[in-house]
């Protein structure tokens, strides 16, 4: 089956404490069925100073999030959307089920 979100999308949470919220999918780890996503489920760590380059202190970083809490923004609507795929020319393209439009 198709990827539904790769790498460089823009997503929207549509369950968990970020519903709402979009931001740009960072990684895809198809095999845990999650995805990284800049400025969603955002977590906090303590770490320790590595000299030279980082300092030490409370890191606020993005941490993985299941797919399934995920949706696809139509590009042309700006909501949620799901993703089917379809054979154009020869290749497989994703497209916006709400809108109809191409996303790759």
Same mark, same amino acid.
């Given at each position: 089956? /198709? %990827?539904?979100i790769k790498t460089g999308d823009e997503v929207i949470a549509i369950t968990g404490k970020d519903k709402?919220?979009?931001?740009?999918?960072?990684?895809?780890?198809p095999d845990s069925g999650r995805a990284v996503v800049e400025g969603l489920n955002i977590i906090k760590r303590h770490?320790?100073?590595r000299? /030279? %380059?980082e300092p030490g202190g409370v890191i606020e970083k993005p941490a993985p999030i299941h797919m399934?809490?995920?949706?696809?923004?139509?590009?042309?609507?700006k909501k949620p959307t799901r993703v089917?795929?379809?054979?154009?020319d020869g290749k497989r393209v994703r497209v916006a089920v709400r809108s109809g439009k191409k996303i790759d």
């Open positions: 089956m /198709p %990827a539904r709402g919220k979009t931001g740009t999918v960072l990684s895809v780890n770490t320790r100073p000299p /030279p %380059a399934s809490n995920l949706a696809l923004v139509d590009p042309e609507t089917r795929s379809e054979v154009v």
